[in-house]
């Protein structure tokens, strides 16, 4: 599904830079729309090289 293609893209953007990549996705969950702010951070190994993709998801609240 789309969001999914959106999480992936961001996974994929800190793996390739190096650099830690961040968005806000729409994503629908049991019939109903939450945003989430993303930020996907490179995993390192010892010796610098990139192992894999560390990320975390905070559900945007709008207080009005």
């Not at 800190?14 to 490179?42: D, H, N």
Request: proline share 3%.
């Amino acid at each position: 599904n789309e969001e999914t293609a959106e999480m992936m893209k961001l996974k994929q953007q800190a793996m390739y830079t190096g650099k830690p990549a961040q968005a806000t996705i729409l994503f629908s969950l049991k019939g109903k729309k939450a945003t989430y702010y993303v930020i996907a951070q490179p995993v390192r190994d010892k010796d610098g090289s990139i192992t894999g993709v560390s990320t975390c998801a905070s559900e945007c609240l709008h207080i009005e």
